[in-house]
């Protein structure tokens, strides 16, 4: 079965950087389009960061210039590079497999646990 494994969160001062990877297993990753999402609490899911296979990106108006996703796909990994990190960037981070109807990303319903990222102010 598809499985997304999510890691880097942690607890970092407003500023800081962290780097969030997501192994992927039970799919041909380098045929699909990854997303990163984020629920802060009390606020609905947020994409943040997407790319496609050919490696071309996406990103939320909120994290341009700040993210930056990434694949490897002889590693079956998806990264996003997360700098000049906000408080308001705080909330549990998924990894998501998808693909895009268009211009849109659109997720297929497989999600790993989410890692926190609290950022301080």
């Known amino acids: 079965q598809v499985q997304l494994v999510e890691s880097g969160g942690g607890l970092v001062q407003a500023g800081g950087s962290l780097r969030l990877s997501c192994v992927a297993s039970?799919?041909?990753?380098?045929?699909?389009?990854m997303g990163w999402f984020r629920r802060a609490p009390g606020k609905q899911r947020e994409l943040v960061a997407s790319?496609?296979?050919?490696?071309?990106?996406n990103y939320a108006d909120s994290v341009k210039g700040r993210f930056t996703i990434s694949r490897d796909n002889a590693k079956n990994t998806a990264y996003l590079q997360m700098n000049s990190l906000k408080p308001e960037d705080t909330a549990v981070y998924y990894c998501?497999?998808?693909?895009?109807?268009?211009?849109?990303?659109?997720?297929?319903?497989?999600w790993g646990q989410g890692t926190q990222v609290t950022v301080s102010s």
């Open positions: 998501n497999v998808g693909h895009f109807a268009g211009t849109a990303y659109s997720p297929y319903q497989y």
């Open positions: 790319i496609r296979k050919t490696g071309s990106t």
């Open positions: 039970g799919i041909t990753f380098s045929v699909n389009a």
